[in-house]
């Protein structure tokens, strides 16, 4: 059973350009969350999906960010016109059906964006 | 807002010494702590500790829930350079969506 999947691992893009952050969640599990991990600091919750519906954006900035997660294909984090400080790592996790606070959350191992 | 605290920051320790890494937690509704070690990649799931399961065990790891107190340790026995990383404490937030991380323990493990 493959793990949790990402991609791309790296990703550069300049300033004003958009980034496009690929997760695909281990098999069986149809929840999804996106974390993002700034230089010395810890990790953060943006957004929880499910298929089809996001659950909780919360934690996502209200411009620029969107995410997705369709029927068919992975869930995609999305960034547009890209500044300095989005440079961070982004981490997928996913989790079995169910109560979320009795499933642990199974990391992918992120997409670390540079933004020049 | 929930909110986790971890300490100590950074910790230095030769190979063999045990260690003992916290965790202190506020949560409107406590359902699970969970430890995760985090190497230079992926957060890796180690514990999940719950009301009806307060004391895990796992080879060298070990780790305690604390509900009086609201906190966690996670004991490492027997250190070994590969136990370098930083380990993570993390709380479900109420409706269970989110993970409320701390700012981790980094841990070195000189031979």
């Known amino acids: 059973n493959a793990g949790v999947m990402q991609n791309p691992r790296h990703l550069v893009r300049r300033r004003g350009q958009e980034a496009r952050l690929r997760c695909s969640p281990m098999k069986g599990h149809s929840h999804v969350y996106w974390y993002r991990q700034l230089p010395e600091e810890g990790l953060k919750f943006m957004v929880y999906l499910q298929k089809e519906n996001i659950i909780d954006e919360s934690g996502m900035p209200k411009e620029r960010f969107s995410a997705e997660f369709p029927k068919e294909g992975p869930s995609i984090l999305r960034i547009q016109q890209v500044v300095r400080g989005d440079s961070a790592a982004y981490f997928c996790?996913?989790?079995?059906?169910?109560?979320?606070?009795?499933?642990?959350?199974?990391f992918g191992p992120g997409t670390r964006l540079t933004v020049l | 807002e929930d909110k986790v605290v971890q300490s100590p920051l950074s910790l230095v320790v030769h190979e063999g010494d045990t260690v003992t890494l916290n965790c202190s937690y506020e949560?409107?509704?406590?359902?699970?702590l969970l430890w995760y070690k985090q190497e230079k990649k992926a957060p890796t799931f180690l514990f999940m500790l719950t009301s009806s399961g307060i004391e895990k065990k796992s080879g060298r790891l070990s780790s305690i829930l604390d509900k009086k107190e609201l906190s966690s340790i996670l004991n490492i026995t027997a250190t070994q350079t590969g136990d370098s990383a930083i380990y993570l404490c993390?709380?479900?937030?109420?409706?269970?969506?989110?993970?409320?991380f701390g700012e981790g323990t980094q841990l070195t493990v000189n031979p």
């Open positions: 949560v409107t509704n406590f359902r699970s």
């Open positions: 993390a709380v479900p937030e109420t409706s269970g969506s989110r993970l409320t």
């Open positions: 996790a996913s989790s079995p059906p169910g109560p979320t606070y009795y499933n642990e959350q199974f």
